[in-house]
């Protein structure tokens, strides 16, 4: 207890802004007047530094250094600026690096990055700030283009407006093999955490006035036209893309403006965006949770496609690196499992790519599909943990994906997922099916008899205390379900001791006699246990409807079991 109200008193004594200060104040005086609540309060914001995960640093905006707030964002500034010059250094490169900054319009986010600016200059190395709040695989294509030896991306993404983040890239000089321009991974974040760790206090960290550059517009013309020219010529396609009529909604974050240049760009000239949600708003204030996969979050993008009687909606996350895809679906509209949408693009890709040595990549909790898809076309296929940071460094992949709505179309471009070019290849795909009279759920239909049904779906838990998710995941273990829908577990491995050559992480991998699978395991951004669940179910002749009723009865049965299993 002592050593907690020592460790406040001095984080307020260093602590830059007036606002953090008075608020970890309130709670210390609140705590050491007795309160049970304001104590358990000021531990958890003394649980330790922030610690890189999934996608970077991630947390409640607030004071404290298990908070996101400005005295933590300069610390890791700090940590990551003395990273680049012990990095550059050991490379026989010394000198200033290269860093670009990016900022979403989420609450403290343009603070966030200009105190990025200020240590990156004042640490000798030359930081390049976007213009204005852009999506997160603008800043991603800003770190390739300009061979940047680093990028930070101020976001957090889907989380709710409470929270803040910051995703860390690296490449130029620093990594140049495919990962560069991809989020850290191991050993990076480790020994970029380290140098956070050595920093004493925010006051000894210098920062400069000014002296870093606030890029032009040119970075971003320069992704809008890569971008829209990917589906190839215009010509011979406008006609079908200017009659494909296409709801959009960035969800209330920095999207918006970007996807609807690139479409526009690209011939889709039919667009109709949710107007509550196209401005970026860090309050979300018309859904509970501004990501895509929660419930609720599109239904204004439905309605809207409903009344104009639209071909396709796309839902970006709020920094727009994710993709959600709706289509109509026996007769209603209907959001796509991020799994379907990575099959639908990976065969389209896949069948657009000569046989040979390309890779299409996803993580290991995603659909089995994207292999056989990857095997019938000729092409390699990798498996890789949860995360970008993974997927985007595959070597010679041409496509990636991840269940959680995350696409890489483009990986010559975008090291990371984009939920920008993924949009516009899927806008490409429908109006093609519509110019051929048909739709999406014709082509996913065409899916199942190639491969067979591949059904995916999630199961996840929500905890208020964060001493739970390990809890629940050591009962786990210990207890792991005998059945999975009434079929004997064949398979049980702690994916901690490294699973199918991948290296060692948090999970639980089951599989099942009937080729059912599950894999639980901690989220990295939020405060949640995901169960990620397949069933696949062969299609006999071309009965798809009846394969696609078995495993729907089959996911019902596995769903209520990892429910059960989760305890909620
Ligand atoms: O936040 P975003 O959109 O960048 O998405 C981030 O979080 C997702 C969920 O991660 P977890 O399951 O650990 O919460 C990851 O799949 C993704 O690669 C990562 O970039
Ligand atoms: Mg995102």
Not at 62 to 90: Q, S, Y
Not at 309 to 326: K, M
Not at 542 to 561: Q, S
Request: with cysteine; hydrophobic share 45%; aromatic share 4%.
């Amino acid at each position: 207890m002592e050593e907690l109200l020592a460790k406040a008193e001095a984080w307020i004594e260093d602590d830059p802004d007036g606002v953090t200060r008075e608020e970890l104040a309130g709670v210390l005086e609140a705590a050491v007047g007795g309160s049970a609540d304001a104590l358990a309060d000021l531990e958890d914001r003394f649980r330790g530094f922030l610690e890189f995960g999934t996608a970077g640093l991630r947390g409640r905006i607030g004071a404290g250094p298990n908070r996101m707030n400005r005295a933590v964002v300069i610390r890791a500034a700090a940590g990551l600026a003395r990273f680049m010059t012990d990095a550059l250094a050991e490379l026989g490169a010394p000198g200033p690096g290269r860093v670009v900054i990016g900022y979403d319009a989420r609450h403290g986010s343009h603070d966030f990055a200009l105190d990025t600016a200020a240590v990156m200059t004042a640490a000798g190395h030359e930081a390049l700030l976007l213009p204005r709040t852009l999506p997160t695989p603008v800043l991603a294509f800003a770190t390739r283009l300009l061979d940047a030896d680093a990028g930070v991306m101020v976001t957090a993404s889907h989380n709710p407006p409470q929270d803040n983040g910051y995703k860390v890239y690296l490449g130029g000089r620093i990594v140049t093999d495919e990962g560069q321009g991809a989020q850290i991974v191991p050993p990076y974040d480790a020994e970029i955490a380290a140098r956070i760790a050595a920093i004493r206090s925010v006051e000894s960290v210098p920062r400069a006035a000014d002296g870093w550059q606030v890029l032009g517009e040119g970075v971003i013309d320069d992704y809008v036209a890569r971008v829209a020219t990917l589906g190839g010529d215009l010509a011979p396609v406008a006609a079908r893309r200017a009659a494909t009529r296409i709801v959009l909604t960035p969800l209330h974050g920095v999207g918006g403006e970007t996807i609807e240049r690139v479409l526009r760009s690209a011939g889709f000239t039919d667009l109709h965006t949710v107007v509550e949600q196209a401005e970026p708003d860090p309050d979300f204030p018309t859904v509970d949770f501004p990501n895509p996969e929660e419930k609720g979050a599109i239904d204004l993008a439905l309605a809207l496609a409903s009344s104009v009687e639209a071909d396709l909606v796309i839902a970006n996350d709020p920094d727009a690196d994710r993709c959600a895809v709706a289509t109509m679906v026996d007769g209603r509209w209907t959001m796509l499992h991020g799994d379907v949408v990575g099959s639908l693009l990976g065969e389209r890709v896949a069948s657009m790519t000569p046989a040979g040595s390309h890779v299409l990549a996803n993580s290991i909790v995603s659909s089995q599909q994207l292999g056989a898809i990857a095997s019938a076309h000729g092409l390699g296929h990798a498996n890789t943990l949860t995360g970008f940071k993974w997927i985007g460094r595959t070597p010679r992949m041409v496509f990636g994906y991840e269940e959680a709505l995350g696409y890489c179309v483009a990986p010559e471009l975008v090291r990371d997922k984009d939920g920008i070019s993924a949009a516009l290849l899927m806008a490409d795909f429908v109006s093609e099916l519509k110019e051929a009279g048909r739709s999406l759920s014709d082509a996913i239909d065409d899916l199942a008899r190639a491969y067979g049904v591949y059904l995916t779906s999630q199961v996840s838990a929500r905890y208020a205390d964060l001493a739970e998710i390990p809890a629940t995941m050591a009962r786990l273990m210990a207890s792991p379900p005998a059945t999975l829908a009434g079929s004997p577990v064949v398979a049980t491995d702690d994916m901690s001791q490294g699973f199918r050559g991948l290296p060692g992480t948090t999970g639980l991998h089951l599989a099942a006699e009937s080729g059912a699978r599950v894999i639980v395991r901690p989220s990295g951004t939020e405060p949640k246990v995901k169960a990620y669940l397949e069933v696949v179910v062969p299609v006999s002749g071309d009965d798809v409807a009846g394969a696609k009723a078995a495993a729907a009865e089959t996911m019902e049965a596995l769903r209520a079991d990892v429910t059960t299993a989760l305890g909620i």
